[in-house]
DNA sequence: AAATGATTGTGAAATGAGTAACAAAAATAA
DNA sequence: TTATTTTTGTTACTCATTTCACAATCATTT
């Protein structure tokens, strides 16, 4: 397989380059090359042609790239062309927002289901995705999906993604504010908001410092 | 000012160690040695005494860090402790998510007003948050804010960080899956759960491929 | 008070990512 | 057809970050 050796940023890279293909094909655009797809994404065109020369010669030199044909062959590359099915773990003011939003449009991938402990939710639909009882995750069988979005306050996280492995759910999409120990067949991805917007406040903090004192 | 040669990579993790600090803290913890620590944060413990090297010497060799003070000293640097004041834009799904969140408990972070557009929101008050019509953003003084959370649709948030950034703020957490363009006097982080989600699949669909061919 | 053990702080080495430079190839124009 | 322009793919280089290795130092035990 030619993946094994893309380098973990490129590979975070894919899914952005994937979505903005989206766009130019939507808009009728066939072609666009390295550096103006790099204006778009405000990534280097050397650092763009590099990334996808790991995947082989996507590109025709003289002329760019094929918007259309880079699209699909992202597509493949992050999907393999089968829906992900992924479970949302807590139904509050962040679960309700991420179910409502549904990245289902744009992506292969569906929320198929939501667990909650809350027995006011536990039956509801929620944006059209039916809430199960936490009760029954550890012992259903989720070997057909793909992850699990944990929205459940920082003192569950841990537990529920250990319900959620047993079920069979090997990826996490945490964001909860905790770090998360699971054995290393787990992969967990880690969305932290409060970190983000506490670094921003350090970042502006600190360069307005730098600016003052030159 | 010592803090003009942290690393980057540094200061991004400042904010998680002062929040596990704080954790410790509560739980009555008064001394980590950095491998325990770095087990908790799951960091190498050399990566950990090597960011608080670039503070001085915040430890004590053969004893560890003491966590009230080396909580303490985080607070100070990432903010000064000064109140920083943030507005939010776009009182939807995931707006009022964060509203209700409120960052104020743990940080010295304060979401103190927001905007929208539609008339049904305005003056009125989403968890104890005013919410201002769109039209006043940008003849507002905003010079105290210190940063913008950006969750509106993303055909309009170019539009509204232009209109923030001529209110005086100059730092914005963009939650809509769009590059913002926006003069080098302007701060952005991007937090796309979109592609977070898109980037966990990639990684299970390839390391997963990587065992079976093994 | 001396010996032992723990743990930091830090140069040096290794790894990883981003950038620059440019030959090769294709497209386009003459 | 030939010349010129465009733009890729890639090699070499630079920069940033992580990891290694260990002396220096402090805490603790005897
Ligand atoms: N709301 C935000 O904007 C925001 C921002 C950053 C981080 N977060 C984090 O996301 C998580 C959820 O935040 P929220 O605001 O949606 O909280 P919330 O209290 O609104 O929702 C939590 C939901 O989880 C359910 N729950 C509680 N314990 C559970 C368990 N053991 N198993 C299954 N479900 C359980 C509750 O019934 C509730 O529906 C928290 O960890 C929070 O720190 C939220
Ligand atoms: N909801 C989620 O979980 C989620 C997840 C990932 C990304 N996002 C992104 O976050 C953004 C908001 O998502 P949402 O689900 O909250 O959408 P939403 O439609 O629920 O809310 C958007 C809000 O913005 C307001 N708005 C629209 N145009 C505006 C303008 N020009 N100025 C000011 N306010 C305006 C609307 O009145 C509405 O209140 C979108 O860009 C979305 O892609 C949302």
Redesign the interface.
């Known amino acids: ?1 030619v ?2 050796n ?1 380098p973990q940023a490129t ?2 890279r ?3 380059y ?2 903005t293909l989206q766009s130019l094909v939507a808009v009728g655009k066939t072609r666009i090359s390295s550096s103006e797809f790099g204006d ?3 990534i280097d065109s050397t650092t763009i042609r590099k990334d996808f020369s790991y995947f082989g010669a996507l590109g025709r030199k003289g002329y760019g790239y094929d918007t259309q044909y880079l699209m699909d062959f992202l597509r493949k ?4 062309d089968e829906l ?1 099915k ?1 479970v949302l773990i807590g139904v509050g ?2 679960g ?3 179910l ?2 549904n ?1 289902q449009k ?2 292969n ?1 569906k929320i198929v289901k939501a667990y909650d402990i809350d027995p006011s939710l536990i039956g509801t639909e929620v944006s059209g995705t039916e809430v199960h009882a936490m009760d029954t995750l550890a012992t259903d069988d989720n070997s057909d999906i ?2 699990a ?1 944990l929205t459940v306050p920082a003192a569950h996280a841990q537990k529920a993604a250990e319900m959620a492995l047993a079920s069979g759910i ?4 945490n964001f909860s ?1 905790t ?1 998360l ?1 699971l054995p290393a067949t787990a ?1 967990v ?1 880690h ?17 307005m ?2 600016r003052n ?1 030159q």
Chains 1, 2 share one sequence.
Do not use: C, K, W
Request: overall charge negative.
């Open positions: 397989m993946s094994q893309v590979a975070e894919l899914p952005l994937y979505r778009l994404v405000q590359t992050l999907y393999q992900s992924v003011h962040l309700t927002a991420l409502n939003h990245f744009n992506n991938t793909t992850a979005i090997h990826g996490f999409l504010p770090t120990s992969y991805r969305v932290d908001m409060t970190v983000e917007l506490q670094a921003l406040i350090y970042f502006l903090n600190h360069s410092e730098e004192s």
